[in-house]
Structures are given as structure tokens and as C-alpha cells.
């Protein structure tokens, strides 16, 4: 099984990334502009990316300024049963995120491709969170 893995330093109390990482306008700001998210335990949450791209996530764990780890129901074959987890710790007013998306089946194309695009979701977390302005899919220039 494959494992993409990130870390990303944000100058923001934890509790404003948490809440970037489990809201309808944190993530709507961070990743895309179309979501329904309700950041209950065991919801499902979906991501619309255009032309019929919809992703959904089971929220299967939620620890406060803590920990996210979310579970793909629904979307590209590659992405079905992975999970999305991330780690939350604070140093002297800065959070450190940690973002896996683990058990991939295989390397691939496509798995190449979304370690790039986690990796600039981070920093649209890290721009969100220090500037007030994300870059969600609808704004990104691929």
C-alpha cells in the first residue's frame, strides 16, 4: 500500500486551522468553493470539482485541535477506501499539519499527480489561515 505524506508549518493558533480543516467555509475557502460539509462524526461530507467530479469523505474521526481522519466513499476508483487523515500540534504560535492520504493500492500516474495537489492544498491552508485568502480548486491555475 502506498502513502502520500506532507507536513506543512502554519503561523495560526491551532484551534483557527482546526476549524479551516472541518468547516463549510474553512474548506470552501481551502480546497473548493462547492462542498456540503457538517463537521459531525460519521457525516459525509462531498467535494465538487466540476464535470461531475464529486468526491465524498466519511468523517470517521474528529479530535478537537487535534487529529481529522476522513474516508473516501465516493469518487475516482483510485481514491475508494483511502483515508485522509490530519495531525494537528502548536509550538509557540505555530501549527504543524500533518496530512496523509494512506492506503493507496498502488503508484500510479494519478497518485503522482494528487501528491502535487495535497501538497498545494497545505499551502492554500497555510494562506488561509495566515492571510485570510485560500486558493480553492475554482481559483488554482493547474
Known amino acids: 500500500m502506498e502513502k502520500i505524506e506532507h507536513i506543512n508549518y502554519i503561523k495560526a493558533p491551532i484551534e483557527d486551522v482546526y476549524k479551516a480543516l472541518t468547516t463549510q467555509a474553512g474548506l470552501g475557502a481551502v480546497w473548493t468553493e462547492e462542498l456540503a460539509v457538517k463537521p459531525e462524526l460519521g457525516c459525509v461530507n462531498e467535494f465538487s470539482f466540476g464535470d461531475d467530479d464529486l468526491t465524498k469523505m466519511k468523517i470517521v474521526e474528529l479530535s478537537q485541535n487535534k487529529r481529522i481522519l476522513w474516508e473516501c466513499t465516493d469518487s475516482d476508483p483510485e481514491w475508494i477506501g483511502t483515508k485522509i487523515s490530519f495531525d494537528l500540534t502548536e509550538k509557540n504560535g ?20 494528487c501528491n502535487y495537489n495535497w501538497a498545494m492544498f497545505l499551502l492554500s491552508l497555510k494562506s488561509y489561515c495566515e492571510d485570510n485568502e485560500g486558493t480553492p480548486y475554482q481559483k488554482r491555475k493547474f
Open 94 to 113: 505555530t501549527t504543524a499539519v500533518v496530512l496523509k492520504h494512506f492506503d493507496w493500492r498502488e503508484l500510479t500516474e494519478f497518485y503522482q499527480w
